[in-house]
């Protein structure tokens, strides 16, 4: 069986990984060559366009920045749909509109294909192991076909028809943006009232406070890189599609929307590239103090898989 990837950046490139790692015989594309070398190192093959890819390859699997590049990969000149799509199986782990990918998936099938969505949630270093988890959406057909890919690339979890992968991605989302941006607020308040960062942080951890970006991304503001593995950009975009969503299905959003706020604040103080938890450095800096915590806290994009490390 051979498997297509198609978007190598911090996740993709390590989805890739994994993939090949499992014994699939791999093909790689990405917008920038360079992307692929360590995955041609090992032995994948490089196509030119994602036409290209789907020709060469039984599984394609996608992960690019959102909708507009999605469109392309599929829509687009030397995309998906002028390749031979008959019999093959397109998994796209992008955050995307749930609208516009139903739209794609059913020309894909016109095609001759068969379409699973799988958006992914977790990091960078969840993505390296292997064990991220993927909401995923599609017919029971197509998702045993593709089910040891899906298992290569981490944990699946099925959340009926193809489309809702993306609706779970992007609420999942929505409720890790909100937290993000309240965690700021709530370490600077306790700090300033002379509860110092570390001890906040033991504290709050196991309670009713926890959460994935409580245990996971609080080390990146003791160590003040605010975790430029996943972008002001990526946050804004995904934002830009919770807001899409919410407002499509008439619900009151007044904590999405205040969220929202916040990280564009972020973004147009210190750049789109800055990492997803300077909206918390906003109510630090200018509350006038610093979290900075002492110690080893290892960035994400640091990790390695167990089987490479040294």
């Keep these: 069986m051979k498997v297509g990837v198609i978007g190598l950046g911090n ?25 692929a070398q360590k995955l041609i190192a090992y032995g994948a093959n490089w196509a030119d366009t994602p036409a290209e890819t789907i020709n060469q390859v039984d599984i394609v699997v996608t992960m690019v920045f959102g909708p507009k590049e999605i469109e392309q990969v599929v829509r687009g000149e030397n995309g998906f749909l002028s390749g031979n799509c008959q019999g093959k199986v397109w998994i796209d782990l992008t955050t995307s509109s749930p609208m516009l990918m139903r739209e794609l998936a059913t020309e894909f099938e016109q095609a001759g294909g068969l379409a699973v969505d799988a958006p992914v949630t977790g990091s960078v270093d969840a993505a390296i192991r292997g ?25 699946i979890r099925r959340v009926g028809q193809y489309g809702n992968g993306y609706v779970a991605k992007l609420v999942n989302n929505q409720l890790w943006k909100i937290h993000a941006a309240a965690i700021g607020e709530a370490m600077v308040t306790a700090k300033k009232a002379g509860l110092e960062p570390e001890v906040w942080w033991a504290a709050m951890k196991g309670g009713a406070a926890d959460s994935f970006v409580m245990e996971h991304d609080v080390p990146s503001i003791f160590a003040g890189h605010y975790d430029p593995s996943f972008r002001l950009a990526l946050c804004l975009k995904d934002l830009g599609l919770i807001d899409e969503l919410v407002q499509e299905m008439g619900v009151r959003s007044e904590l999405t929307q205040a969220t929202y706020a916040r990280f564009r604040e972020a973004a147009e103080r210190y750049g789109e590239d800055a990492g997803e938890m300077t909206v918390c450095k906003l109510i630090e800096e200018d509350a006038g103090i610093d979290l900075r915590v002492a110690g080893n806290w290892i960035a994400p994009w640091e990790e390695k898989h167990p089987d490479e490390k040294s």
Excluded: S, Y
């Design 131 to 155: 064990d991220m988890i993927m909401f995923v959406g599609g017919t029971d057909t197509a998702v045993t076909k593709v089910e040891p890919v899906l298992k290569a690339m981490g944990e």
């Design 11 to 35: 996740m993709g490139g390590a989805v890739a990984r994994n993939i090949q790692r499992a014994g699939f015989n791999l093909v790689v594309h990405d917008i920038k060559k360079i992307a």
